[in-house]
């Protein structure tokens, strides 16, 4: 406060031509410049003060309890150093969930994907009643997952299910959903792709909106076929819109918990952790087990995983972006070899 | 000017804002354990799960006694109840009064220290082995016994009818003395029907492990889960002889639910509270029954207990109404209301329970079948805080080799390899 006062008045007040000296110093006059001084720090200090609050101190205090045998009920720990990280990673069934992860988030995205850009492009076209297709596509996203995991669970039942019938309907014999890893996660991943599709085609929508008409004018003058034009006018253009799905389905899919918990009746990821997910595991440590110590040093590990994949993604998208910002065709390094020549050159007719 | 009184309009909301969030973020405490309202009329909170019998009309019995009022929270289940639970005690928030289930009755007794202990004039209320459950290592009584789950066998009579067996509830009781006869039975059904006898395999193992003295832990707190002969026993039995006759390796799917009506299986060990899930999922099934039998004698599978968190504002108050819901003649009304089985000595000789039938299970006299599974309990199974863990595990390892996926002896090397680090 202190510096504001002996600085002079701050406000140029630019409406009176004569600028005049105030002849008192009024308190409503301080509050004015404290107003001006202070006051964008308080509009924006909800957000801050709730970050600390839920945001900075649950992690700090995981980050501590994370080394201890932590007991919640006595809200008390021992520290036991780096034991809770060293028992995590010896679990066997810490890789098994990371691999059912990794599983689960390939068997999703990747369709998911691919769907949502085939549903897109179709969307896109002159078709009758655009907006009830629009908008269709995004009802399954407004289920709530455990509704959805409870309409599934029925079709995927193994003995009394719905697609189990009609697979023996055709005369293939029943898949063992909740017994076979792969065929859970297929049946765990189509849950995921019937909530997601829809939402990624609308994004995916609204990017080949964007794309300039012409474009497709002068393609089909030259002759282009629709196919072509997918290949060589929409999917470029979609690059930056496609990085940012691809992340935000790398994320969710990595924290991937609600499908696989109501997946059977029990939630922990079957008899020989089939469908075990990372997050489902930390669960289950935490409020399955009661053992916070360990859910806390699963939840680092899990942040420094998720920390891991982020920066590989964040190479990938910084190489695919690179080329989206070019306008000369020329790379980065190629313009900065440029500038230095030209650089050389000024320098040179200077002498 | 317009923009300055704007301006201080908006630097008070900002503080009125922070203000607010700041409050919102301190009074997260909240305490749900009145003592009295201003009128001087007292009031305590009960919280229970699911179904436990406790009517308001029975609760407004209480009122009109002792002129105090109950606020009755009921948890959808066990399992948000359990979370609400751990996550409250010793720091305040829970009700005056809390039900407690026996599946996560053991965690709780490792913080027997912050429940009030039952007075000792209450003592001899229940059955031994209800009131041995609920006792500390210092010989406090620390729970009031709600209901319990001796088991019989319920059956469906037309099943066994079509396969050459004895339809009489008093002869089907004969045909299980031991579980090398009902394995027999079975074995025998499963011949002549080509249809599985029992609904899953792991209902047989909780069966089994309810007859142990011991399970996986010693008393002194040692765990002998890997070095227990009898486990092992029970391990071998239930998957040579249980597996080839079960429908399911484990209950509650949704297969499990759609085969109690279609009749995929004809026999179930059940508890009193498991007749209410029969009748709700077959109800258009008129064959459902239940034999006065259980293989060796008696088994309890299930039940409650009511404590008194320590740090509630009116422990004594708390206490009068553990002790009254828990007293015998209400505990009968418990049971009228929801089928509850009283764990009490003298609710079990009453009038309303030994004459009591259910028109469901072709009359069946379900209380009388109670007490007499009841009596037949000799053994109460020692379940330490880690018994929920150990069985889910073996549980599992069960799981496994029924659906094929490991063999028997692998599966048991893998049962141990994971019960190693807990």
């Known amino acids: 406060m202190t510096a504001t006062e ?172 909740h017994v076979d890893p792969f065929w859970s996660h297929v049946a765990i991943a189509t849950m995921v792709n019937y909530r997601w599709v829809g939402y990624n085609t609308l994004i995916l929508l609204a990017a080949m909106q964007a794309v300039n008409r012409d474009f497709y004018e002068a393609a089909t003058v030259d002759g282009a076929g629709p196919i072509r034009q997918f290949f060589s006018i929409t999917m470029p253009s979609l690059k930056p819109t496609l990085i940012f799905v691809i992340i935000t389905s790398t994320i969710g899919g990595l924290q991937i918990f609600d499908e696989p918990r109501v997946f059977d009746q029990f939630g922990r990821g079957g008899s020989a952790q089939q469908w075990l997910t990372i997050t489902l595991y930390l669960y289950d440590i935490g409020w399955g087990q009661w053992d916070f110590g360990r859910a806390a040093a699963m939840a680092w590990i899990l942040f420094i995983i998720i920390l891991g994949i982020g920066l590989i993604n964040l190479l990938v998208t910084r190489t695919l972006v690179r080329d989206e910002g070019m306008r000369s065709g020329l790379s980065k390094r190629q313009q900065k070899r440029a500038a230095r020549a030209a650089k050389k050159q000024v320098k040179e007719s200077q002498r | ?80 109840a359990r979370a609400n639970f751990f996550q409250k005690l010793g720091k305040g928030g829970l009700a005056d009064v809390e039900a407690v289930e026996v599946d996560w009755f053991t965690e709780m007794m490792k913080y027997s220290d912050l429940v009030v202990p039952v007075p000792d004039d209450l003592k001899g209320r229940w059955l031994d082995w209800k009131e041995a459950a609920a006792t500390d290592a210092n010989g406090n009584l620390v729970a009031y016994g709600t209901d319990m789950g001796p088991q019989s066998i319920c059956y469906r009579a037309d099943l066994f009818e079509a396969a050459g067996l004895p339809t009489d509830r008093e002869e089907v009781a004969q045909l299980f003395p031991t579980w090398d006869a009902f394995f027999q039975v079975g074995a025998d059904y499963v011949e002549k029907t080509g249809t599985p006898f029992i609904d899953s395999t792991n209902s047989v193992l909780q069966g089994l492990v309810n007859q142990l003295e011991l399970a996986y832990e010693d008393p002194d707190g040692t765990i002998i889960a890997a070095e227990n002969p009898d486990i092992r026993a029970a391990y071998d039995e239930v998957v040579d002889k249980a597996i080839p006759i079960s429908a399911f390796p484990g209950q509650w799917s949704d297969d499990w639910y759609a085969a109690m009506a279609g009749g995929e299986f004809a026999a179930m060990l059940c508890p009193p509270w498991m007749h209410g899930i029969i009748a709700g999922e077959a109800p258009d099934v008129a064959g459902w029954d239940i034999a006065n039998a259980f293989p060796e004698g008696g088994g309890n599978w299930g039940g409650s207990y009511l404590v008194v968190p320590a740090d509630g504002k009116n422990t004594e108050a708390a206490q009068q109404l553990a002790d009254w819901l828990t007293a015998p003649e209400n505990q009968i009304k418990a049971f009228e209301n929801a089928g509850t089985f009283p764990s009490q000595i003298e609710a079990q000789d009453s009038e309303a329970v030994t004459s009591y039938t259910n028109e469901y299970f072709n009359g069946a006299p379900t209380g009388q079948i109670g007490i007499d599974r009841a009596n037949a309990i000799t053994v109460s199974t020692y379940k330490g805080a880690d018994y929920f863990k150990y069985h889910d595990a073996l549980q599992n390892a069960i799981t496994r080799v029924f659906d094929g996926l490991e063999d028997k002896e692998t599966a048991w090397e893998t049962w141990q390899t994971e019960i190693s680090s807990f």
């Open chain 1, 6 to 177: 002996s600085r002079p008045q701050v406000r140029p007040a630019a409406a009176d031509p004569p600028p005049r000296q105030p002849r008192v110093i009024s308190f409503s006059h301080r509050l004015s410049r404290w107003d001006l001084k202070v006051s964008p720090y308080l509009y924006i200090s909800p957000f801050f003060i709730m970050f600390a609050i839920v945001g900075l101190f649950p992690i700090a205090y995981t980050a501590v309890i994370s080394f201890m045998d932590w007991d919640l009920v006595r809200n008390s720990g021992e520290f036991v150093g780096f034991d809770q990280y060293v028992w995590i990673l010896t679990q066997p069934h810490f890789w098994t969930a990371l691999r059912n992860t990794f599983s689960i988030f390939v068997l999703s995205s990747v369709p998911q994907l691919l769907l949502a850009i085939f549903i897109a492009s179709v969307l896109d076209r002159n078709i009758r009643a655009k907006t009830f297709w629009r908008m269709s596509v995004l009802v399954p996203y407004v289920v709530a997952p455990v509704a959805v995991g409870l309409i599934f669970n029925a079709m995927f039942a193994d003995k009394s299910g719905l697609i189990n019938s009609w697979l023996q309907l055709v005369g293939i014999s029943a898949i063992p959903w």
């Open chain 2, 1 to 80: 000017m317009k923009t300055r009184a704007l301006r201080r309009t908006a630097l008070l909301a900002g503080v009125a804002t922070t203000a607010i969030v700041l409050a919102g973020c301190a009074g997260g405490g909240g305490d749900t354990g009145d003592g009295g309202d201003a009128d001087g009329a007292q009031t305590l909170t009960l919280a229970t799960f699911n179904d436990m019998g406790y009517s308001d009309e029975l609760l407004a019995e209480f009122t009109e006694e002792t002129g105090i009022e109950v606020v009755h929270n009921k948890a959808a289940t066990s399992n948000d």
